[in-house]
T-cell receptor, first 114, second 117 residues
């Protein structure tokens, strides 16, 4: 595709609901990253995939957060039992291969937990 | 733990002015540094990437410098235009290697730039 796409663009959830956020990386990109950006802050790393392997999930804030990329392309970030502090923009980025520097970012999903 | 600080947090200038945005990082053992632009409701657009071995990069009216030993980078914007209004983010990649954590970017909080016509 032309760029990284994410869906939905906006999501409003009631506290306690489960949500699933989707990322479609640029076709052929091996590496995929998820970041969380709270209001007025810079993005913070959540997790990293190389193909289907989740190599780093050190940034996931709690065990309510789960990410997968089963076929090495589309990725889903799932948040269980959402809390108000989960409200943020969730950004996905992809990179062609691990030794290439530039990460290409999607438009993000703005999650609001009421 | 790597920390990235951007100064100022916000900047408002009249059109045509030259301006400098500052970025500092606590751990000088970086692999590269990137400057991004973020428009409201949109993702990040990469502006310039400087490898740790480089001193500066230029693209059009933008020039980014890197002083790795002192942990500083600056983004210089010449002849600013209203269309330059956005949040500018600085990010460092902490290292190189096979470990996943070596590929993540650590971001500053950004500088909100407003260029007034």
């Amino acid at each position: 595709g032309a760029g990284v796409s994410q869906s939905p663009r906006y999501k409003v959830a009631k506290r306690g609901q489960d949500v699933a956020l989707r990322c479609d990386p640029i076709s052929g990109h091996v590496s995929l990253f998820w970041y969380q950006q709270a209001l007025g802050q810079g993005p913070e790393f959540l997790t990293y995939f190389q193909n289907e392997a989740q190599l780093d999930k050190s940034g996931l804030p709690s065990d309510r957060f789960f990410a997968e990329r089963p076929e090495g392309s589309v990725s889903t970030l799932k948040i269980q039992r959402t809390q108000q502090e989960d409200s943020a923009v969730y950004l996905c980025a992809s990179r062609w291969r691990r030794d290439v520097n530039e990460q290409f970012f999607g438009p993000g999903t703005r999650l609001t937990v009421l | 733990k790597q920390e990235v600080t951007q100064i100022p947090a916000a900047l408002s200038v009249p059109e045509g002015e030259n301006l400098v945005l500052n970025c500092s990082f606590t751990d000088s053992a970086i692999y590269n540094l990137q400057w991004f632009r973020q428009d409201p409701g949109k993702g990040l657009t990469s502006l310039l990437l400087i490898q740790s071995s480089q001193r500066e990069q230029t693209s059009g009216r933008l020039n980014a410098s890197l002083d790795k030993s002192s942990g500083r980078s600056t983004l210089y914007i010449a002849a600013s235009q209203p269309g330059d209004s956005a949040t500018y983010l600085c990010a460092v990649r902490v290292g190189v290697g096979s470990g996943g954590s070596n590929y993540k970017l650590t971001f500053g909080k950004g500088t909100l730039l407003t260029v007034n016509p």
